[in-house]
């Protein structure tokens, strides 16, 4: 699930200028402000910059992985990406601090991804919106929701999609995180090489599609909407059950009563339950939100 990964290996005990040796496309300059060296270059997607204070890289992860970032890598891809990153550059990449990384996956979709984009309506940020046809983010100060055609985007750069992706409708979503991130995830302190422990990549996925959750979608009964008590009660569940509500939330529930509950209250209860979950009825987000679920299980799976 993680595509966008850029770090920072600290300076302790070894050279900055030293991973330069395994580089390609080297550039040095120096510092106008302190006269201080600096040097840019690059291995495969990744862009390397070295000065006196450590090492910075900015790339794709998964494409480095992979080869490409369409598909949806597992943590093992990861995982072996890293390693290999650290053997090329003779540079523990691991102990890095992450300054940005950008959960992702292409989905499948019945429609063409902007038949997708006009519904998605708002979402709780308080840095506003961006869209066109083909792309739509949401942004706030600690992470960017972005919604896109991956086809489109990869015909725009020039770029073949994979043999199995191509004449697909391939909506992208991705979760950018780019300030606080231990933090957004629950953690006292994240490093390179925790992203691909089994608990922590588990809150990465598990985010991802909570955030996902919290998008305003056309079709969504409003709180505001409501004239009647018994109305906003329902809008109120709706509202928790579509966006609070952990994953596998209903089916949990709905095993519990199986314990406690006779078949006709539990007819009853289930029913109850469907009507409430009908009020976010647009058909769109209801494949689309099985695609999220479908994709979240899988990852941690």
């Not at 896109?148 to 990869?154: Q, T, V």
């Not at 953690?187 to 809150?203: H, M, P, Y």
Request: net charge positive; aromatic share 8%.
């Amino acid at each position: 699930m993680i595509d966008t990964l850029n770090m920072t290996v600290r300076h302790s005990g070894y050279n900055p200028f030293e991973v330069m040796r395994y580089a390609n496309q080297i550039k040095d300059g120096i510092y106008t402000a302190n006269g201080g060296r600096f040097a840019v270059g690059s291995i495969d997607n990744y862009k390397i910059y070295s000065d006196k204070n450590g090492v910075r890289l900015s790339g794709s992860i998964a494409k480095y992985a992979r080869g490409e970032n369409v598909s949806t890598p597992t943590r093992k891809d990861i995982a072996e990406g890293l390693q290999r990153l650290s053997d090329t550059l003779h540079l523990d990449v691991g102990g890095g601090v992450v300054n940005r990384v950008d959960i992702a996956s292409t989905l499948n979709t019945i429609n063409t991804p902007s038949f997708y984009l006009d519904g998605l309506t708002s979402y709780n940020s308080a840095g506003g919106t961006k869209r066109d046809d083909e792309t739509l983010y949401f942004f706030n100060p600690s992470k960017i929701l972005c919604f896109y055609n991956k086809a489109a985007e990869m015909s725009q750069k020039g770029l073949d999609l994979p043999k199995a992706a191509r004449g697909r409708n391939l909506l992208r979503y991705e979760m950018r995180l780019i300030k606080n991130i231990h933090q957004q995830l629950g953690l006292g302190s994240l490093r390179v090489a925790d992203l691909t422990k089994q608990d922590i990549w588990e809150k990465q996925v598990n985010l991802w599609a909570r955030e996902y959750k919290q998008v305003v979608k056309v079709g969504t009964k409003a709180i505001s909407e409501a004239t009647t008590h018994k109305q906003l009660l329902s809008a109120l569940l709706c509202d928790l059950l579509t966006n609070y509500a952990p994953p596998d939330y209903i089916s949990d529930v709905q095993r519990i009563t199986k314990e406690t509950m006779s078949r006709k209250e539990r007819y009853r209860a289930n029913k109850a339950i469907s009507e409430i979950c009908s009020l976010n009825c647009d058909e769109r987000y209801i494949e689309l939100d099985f695609r999220i679920e479908q994709t979240r299980a899988a990852a941690v799976a």
